[in-house]
């Protein structure tokens, strides 16, 4: 009887643990799935690349250009590269977009017709709330020496940074600062 019931115990615990990992192996947070659909609405909602970003599906873990956490199931890959609409002109970028994505490590902007950022939305909104962002990825757009530091007034988690082929910029980047 007392074996009994500690079986049925286990078997509820056991259960309990499977579900609450599975709540995780599927789905994506629901806040990160929102604001990717508001980064296509924005950068090209006919878009050929993002086409599996759509309101009706639920894990955007498995969206094109996404990679998540396997234990927090938060986005930490976030590719855009080539993703925008190029015909709707000079992009001038409000950071505060990638703010919903807090373990982002990698993030790819190339070629999208990036020109600078909108007044105090630079990506160092982003550097004291997204602690884990090493990578972004700027190369193929159109800054130029001004422009470029409208997006940076701070680096501070980033390793790497590419901006090459934006043939405006004459400067380079020296430990974390961009030297123009
Ligand atoms: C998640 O797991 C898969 C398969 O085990 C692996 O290929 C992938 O690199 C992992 N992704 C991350 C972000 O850890
Ligand atoms: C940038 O985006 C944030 C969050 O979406 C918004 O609150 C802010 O008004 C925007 N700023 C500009 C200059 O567009």
């Known amino acids: 009887m007392m074996m009994k019931k500690m079986g049925a115990w286990m078997l509820l615990a056991l259960l309990t643990l499977v579900g609450d990992w599975c709540g995780r192996c599927y789905g994506c947070l629901e806040d990160e799935r929102i604001a990717l659909l508001e980064v296509k609405a924005l950068t090209n909602p006919n878009s050929i690349y993002m086409g599996d970003w759509v309101e009706y599906s639920s894990n955007c873990c498995e969206w094109s250009g996404?990679?998540?956490?396997?234990?927090?199931?938060?986005?930490?890959?976030?590719?855009?590269?080539?993703?925008?609409?190029?015909?709707?002109?000079?992009?001038?970028?409000?950071?505060?977009?990638?703010?919903?994505?807090?373990?982002?490590?990698?993030?790819?902007?190339?070629?999208?017709?990036?020109?600078?950022?909108?007044?105090?939305?630079?990506?160092?909104?982003?550097?004291?709330?997204?602690?884990?962002?090493?990578?972004?990825?700027?190369?193929?757009?159109?800054?130029?020496?001004?422009?470029?530091?409208s997006c940076f007034n701070g680096l501070s988690s980033l390793k790497s940074l590419y901006l090459s082929a934006n043939e405006e910029i004459t400067g380079s980047v020296d430990g974390n600062r961009l030297i123009i």
């Open 66 to 149: 996404i990679e998540c956490d396997n234990t927090t199931r938060r986005v930490v890959w976030l590719s855009l590269r080539r993703a925008r609409d190029l015909s709707l002109g000079d992009w001038v970028l409000n950071a505060s977009l990638f703010l919903p994505f807090k373990e982002l490590q990698s993030l790819y902007l190339g070629y999208n017709g990036l020109v600078g950022c909108s007044e105090n939305q630079g990506f160092e909104v982003l550097s004291s709330k997204l602690r884990k962002l090493e990578v972004l990825d700027l190369i193929l757009n159109k800054f130029n020496d001004k422009s470029i530091l």
